[in-house]
């Protein structure tokens, strides 16, 4: 008979950690265990709970979505609810972040942030400037590329040699000054190593990435206001885009709708993730300004191959439209047209080069994907994944002790 298959909870080491407390239901901000135990959920389930677990009309505005339509891919596709939520965020947000990309969770939000500025850059032919600056005692997520631009730790150790280079700067820890000095008595002199890089390697330097006011997994540090808008003005002045990551302090937590609000700074990029929604299902967003937007998407860069293939999208959709072939909007020759037409009329397309262009271009629906890879075997649908693994004693993982 099978092995039962065993979860391997984060963050938690099997061979050392109590077994995990068996959570039956919640409410507002208890969690009521099986075995007749109400503890309060003081951590929010890692910062994600606004409004109490198990809120009813999330609950039921999630259901009635669900009822109506689950998901639609967004490549050519909208859909009322992903309107109404970004109608709702223009509420809250700076009026000059103007566009806004979906994505499946913080760590994922940090990283469309992350290649959005570097692309930024390389669609105006500006290759060379693609270098990224962080933070001392940041944290972006777990992604290879939020854990790049997150300080190094025991969790991002194994992974040293695959994490791409990073200009590490300080960050205002005021409590242990990385320049020695007293918050009553200094003048931010902490961001003059920052000043100093942007000086040198501006021309390079595509972004810098903060969590705006407070750095959570790092220690739950607060920075003076001042240093965010220092770090905001070094960054205008050599043409680096700021990244805020506001996946941990975004809506609310740290007083005003967003720590940038306090600070009166208006970030670039904002990532936003974790009370987005109530901690009910994984979603990231990426916010940016019009001018990042604007080297994506103008009409003034003929040879940038993302205007074309948007150009030639349009102009196939608007043909496709015209003669009622609206499944897929995105294939983009005359053979996908002849697959379309063969698709109405029940032909099979396994004689063609169909199983190519089904692979390029998912057409409308969840989407699905897997992948062996050494023994791992990894799955997505509806912002959740799930990766299987052949042994589940990796009893080291996690713990300094054993790992070094
Ligand atoms: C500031 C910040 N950015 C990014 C992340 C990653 O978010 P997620 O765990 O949803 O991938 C976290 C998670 O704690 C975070 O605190």
Not at 1 to 9: A, E, G, K, T, V
Request: hydrophobic letters at 35%.
């Amino acid at each position: 008979m099978n092995s039962p298959l065993r979860i391997w909870h984060p963050f938690t080491n099997s061979a050392l950690d109590l077994p995990p407390l068996l959570v039956e239901k919640a409410e507002g901000v208890y969690l009521h265990t099986k075995d007749g135990r109400k503890i309060l959920d003081a951590i929010s389930s890692w910062w994600v709970n606004l409004h109490g677990h198990a809120n009813p009309r999330i609950a039921a505005a999630i259901a009635g979505q669900a009822r109506k339509l689950e998901h639609v891919i967004l490549a050519g596709f909208t859909h009322d609810a992903a309107e109404e939520l970004a109608a709702r965020l223009r509420k809250w947000t700076a009026p000059e972040l103007t566009h806004l990309f979906f994505s499946d969770d913080g760590s994922t939000a940090v990283e469309v942030a992350l290649k959005i500025a570097v692309q930024h850059f390389s669609n105006q032919g500006r290759t060379e400037k693609r270098e990224i600056v962080a933070l001392e005692h940041g944290y972006h997520g777990d992604t290879a590329g939020a854990m790049s631009v997150s300080d190094d730790s025991p969790f991002t150790e194994p992974f040293r040699a695959m994490r791409y280079p990073v200009h590490r700067v300080h960050s205002a820890y005021c409590y242990r000054c990385p320049v020695g000095l007293q918050r009553e008595t200094c003048q931010i002199e902490c961001v003059q190593q920052l000043e100093t890089l942007l000086a040198e390697r501006g021309e390079k330097i595509a972004t810098v990435i903060v969590e705006p006011l407070l750095q959570g997994a790092g220690g739950m540090i607060t920075h003076p206001v001042e240093f965010l808008q220092k770090v905001r003005a070094l960054c205008t002045r050599h043409n680096v885009l700021l990244i805020a990551d506001e996946v941990l302090t975004g809506f609310g937590r740290t007083g005003k709708m967003f720590a940038c609000d306090l600070a009166g700074v208006v970030p670039d990029l904002m990532c936003l993730s974790k009370g987005l929604t109530g901690g009910f299902l994984a979603m990231g967003v990426t916010l940016c300004t019009d001018q990042v937007q604007a080297a994506f998407h103008s009409e003034a860069r003929p040879r940038m191959p993302a205007c074309k293939s948007s150009r030639t999208n349009r102009s196939l959709t608007e043909s496709r439209q015209s003669r009622g072939l609206t499944r897929s909007a995105s294939r983009s020759c005359a053979d996908c047209i002849r697959l379309e037409k063969r698709d109405r009329s029940g032909q099979s397309e396994r004689s063609s080069s169909a199983p190519r262009m089904r692979g390029i271009f998912p057409r409308c629906g969840r989407s699905y994907t897997s992948f062996f890879w050494s023994g791992v075997f990894c799955c997505g649908r509806w912002g959740m994944s799930f990766t299987f693994c052949r042994h589940t004693s990796f009893h080291r993982m996690n713990c300094t002790e054993c790992t070094t």
